[in-house]
């Protein structure tokens, strides 16, 4: 990770909104973002968040997947592990989420995935229905709305870490 604060937030931003644009999966782009620009180990945390995009499960009755990568990002490097289960409730962690889901709430209203939408796009999809799915990339679902709401959470999440870690 090398420049000054606005360089490394404005390159999670870019990064974030590329992956999204290019590959879908906004959990998934706001760790691969945020952890290639701040050296964290995510692999696994990648993996495990992909049916989390678009609500949970493309349903988009769950919270928006960005938000939820975002967070997961947080917890990886502020989270209980394994080890320290029972060892307390790892207040900080709840915190810095919570830092991170009011912010996304005080953007966009709300953080079902659907109520999103209907604040970027002036409705909602169901992107399991085929038409359905084409009207959203008409509408720019992966070329800007998406991907500007990935982008956003990525440096959102990328400002909480560096204010309150060693990183």
């Known amino acids: 990770m090398s420049g000054n604060k606005s360089e490394i937030l ?20 706001v760790l691969r973002a945020v952890g290639e620009v701040l050296n964290l180990k995510v692999d696994d945390v990648v993996k495990s968040s992909h049916g989390l995009a678009g609500g949970t499960a493309l349903s988009g009755n769950g919270t928006c997947g960005a938000l939820v990568g975002g967070i997961m990002a947080i917890c990886s490097v502020h989270g209980r592990g394994l080890k320290d289960m029972g060892k307390g409730r790892f207040l900080k962690s709840y915190s810095l989420a919570k830092q991170l889901y009011d912010k996304f709430v005080e953007e966009y209203g709300s953080c079902i995935c659907k109520d999103v939408q209907n604040k970027i796009f002036g409705r909602s999809f169901n992107l399991w229905d085929p038409e359905d799915f084409k009207k959203f990339e008409e509408m720019g679902g992966h070329r800007d709305k998406c991907p500007s709401v990935t982008g956003k959470v990525a440096r959102w999440t990328a400002e909480i870490l560096l204010s309150e870690s060693n990183l």
């Open 10 to 29: 404005d390159k999670v931003y870019e990064l974030a909104f590329k992956y999204e644009a290019s590959y879908g999966s906004c959990p998934q782009c």
